[in-house]
């Protein structure tokens, strides 16, 4: 769904990311949250498909699912074997890098504006420190896939005033990617992938990350990729999309002084297709995530749990894997206000401990910039907060557009990608 920026230190949660563009691109608003013609609006309130049962977590990645059964239960029938080690709620698995006590960002604004607003947030916060930095690649054309220097070099003097903290990137794997591309244009393009035909950008946006200092980037390649809305979409081709993926991630392994980790990081729940038929393969995936806003399907949060593809299956699918976890993008949506899914949310994140998560933070999603979301924000600021914070006011709505108020393609920095549903 988004993209988000900054970081934080506390007692136990989050981080987030969005793009710029080159050539006036606009930084991919179209399917902003909360307005009934976005692109992805239809999807997002589509339920999952109850006839097909998701494959077992340690299934292989090319396995089909299981034969047709009614109200799939993904957590209880998640019990592969090379997941004895750890069982199948991941309970001795070991997280590698940072967990959820210092892993914490806040999506606030794709470029120095969202750096800038990261420090206000953390006063709000009574002191907490953001310590991860998220935002996305513009998908309108290759030149800007490639990483333009001026777009990165913000995000690595950022990186480099402090090694604890950690940099994520989102990056698609398909110019025009918001542009509603038919699928047989999707398929043609991801065939083309798989055979190699893009490296060359890949190799140049890790060599660029490396000279500036962000060799140690996680990437988040074609996020969101089991959903119907983005060209760098899995469904049309399941195969070729995952060979597309596994040649990306290889070229850009392959240069020097890279130490990139990759997260695959699909919606929450089936969407388009069950997202562990799109899984590339455990070489090629360092970190498993997941975006999981407040929104079908599911109409709680216990349905999030359980739902196929749902926050359990995710869990299972990783701890069976030997795979640490990931919430590049959560936060408030289709049910506004929502304290309890709030909380509930903070509280799956503490005791599942991700590598890093963030929250999207401007409306509808956020709590900080969205003055209407208040016992949502009081929920936030109390779990990740010190216990004594002093008073300060959010920013006034004009210094924080949401992407429903975002300006044109020459200034909408603010915004981000939208939830693919």
């Known amino acids: 769904m988004l993209t988000g920026i900054a970081t934080l230190t506390a007692s136990a949660f989050l981080a987030a990311v969005l793009p710029l563009g080159a050539e006036t691109p606009r930084p991919n608003p179209p399917d902003t949250p909360g307005r009934a013609d976005a692109p992805g609006a239809t999807d997002m309130t589509k339920p999952s498909d109850p006839t097909t049962a998701p494959p077992p977590p340690g299934a292989a990645p090319d396995e089909p699912p299981g034969p047709p059964a009614p109200n799939p239960e993904p957590a209880e029938e998640a019990q592969p074997a090379e997941a004895t080690a750890e069982g199948p709620s991941g309970e001795g698995a070991a997280p590698s890098g940072p967990v959820a006590d210092d892993a914490f ?32 690649l513009p998908g309108d054309l290759w030149s800007n896939i490639e990483g333009r220097p001026e777009f990165l070099r913000p995000w690595a003097e950022w990186r480099a005033e402090d090694p604890d ?15 509603a591309v038919p699928d047989h244009e999707v398929r043609r393009m991801l065939r083309a992938g798989a055979r190699g035909a893009f490296d060359g950008h890949y190799r140049l946006l890790a060599e660029r990350l490396v000279e500036l200092g962000l060799g140690d980037t996680v990437i988040v390649l074609g996020w969101e990729m089991n959903g119907s809305t983005y060209t760098h979409r899995c469904a049309p081709d399941p195969a070729a999309w995952k060979q597309y993926w596994r040649s990306v991630v290889t070229t850009m392994r392959e240069v020097p002084g890279q130490e990139f980790r990759f997260d695959f990081a699909p919606n929450r729940g089936t969407d388009a297709i069950g997202w562990a038929h799109c899984y590339p393969g455990d070489d090629h995936v360092d970190i498993i995530g997941m975006d999981s806003y407040d929104q079908p399907p599911g109409e709680d949060f216990d349905d999030h749990v359980r739902q196929p593809y749902g926050l359990q299956y995710h869990v299972d699918m990783a701890a069976a894997r030997g795979k640490p976890i990931s919430f590049p993008e959560w936060g408030l949506f289709r049910n506004g206000d929502n304290p309890e899914y709030m909380r509930r949310m903070l509280d799956w994140i503490a005791e599942h401990r991700p590598v890093y998560h963030s929250i999207s933070d401007y409306c509808p999603h956020g709590v900080w910039r969205c003055r209407g979301n208040a016992a949502s924000a009081e929920v936030f600021r109390d779990a990740l907060s010190p216990a004594s914070v002093p008073t300060s006011e959010p920013p006034a709505p004009d210094d924080a557009p949401g992407p429903q108020d975002a ?12 939830p693919d549903r």
């Open 407 to 418: 300006p044109g393609p020459e200034t909408a920095e603010s915004a981000g990608p939208e």
């Open 165 to 179: 903290r950690l940099f994520v990137l989102n990056v698609p794997m398909a110019e025009r990617n918001e542009a």
């Open 105 to 136: 960002g806040v999506f606030l604004g794709s470029g120095p504006d969202g750096i800038r607003r990261a420090a206000e947030m953390s006063r709000w916060l009574g002191g907490t420190t953001l310590n991860v930095g998220r935002t996305y």
